[in-house]
């Protein structure tokens, strides 16, 4: 299966920070409904958009491409995360970390 970059965001007229903005940039990105579909039966797509979006946003701010992202990468945002309360924390470790795993097993190598 042939890599599938990660489409650039300069459309996104809304808030950068808003879910509807996490929403559009999601919705561009091939990776995204195969993702959200094997998660479908288990998490809120509110909740997979805000903690996704956050960590596309983070890795943007770093200049770092999703399909390019190390094992190091991931530690660095869960470290940026460590002031988050612990709920919401753990809902974004668990949405992040299922994220790279899926984009590790899927056409997209790297993280």
Not at 50 to 57: A, I, N
Request: with cysteine; proline share 5%; glycine share 6%.
């Amino acid at each position: 299966m042939a890599i599938q970059a990660i489409i650039p965001t300069n459309r996104i007229a809304a808030d950068p920070g808003s879910i509807q903005a996490s929403i559009t940039y999601l919705e561009q990105q091939t990776w995204w409904p195969r993702f959200r579909d094997t998660r479908r039966s288990c998490t809120r797509q509110l909740d997979d958009v805000l903690w996704v979006g956050h960590f596309c946003g983070w890795l943007q701010r770093q200049r770092l491409a999703i399909e390019r992202c190390t094992k190091s990468d991931l530690d660095a945002y869960l470290l940026s995360i460590a002031s988050f309360r612990p709920g919401p924390r753990s809902a974004c470790e668990r949405t992040v970390t299922a994220l790279v795993e899926f984009l590790g097993n899927s056409s997209l190598r790297g993280c």
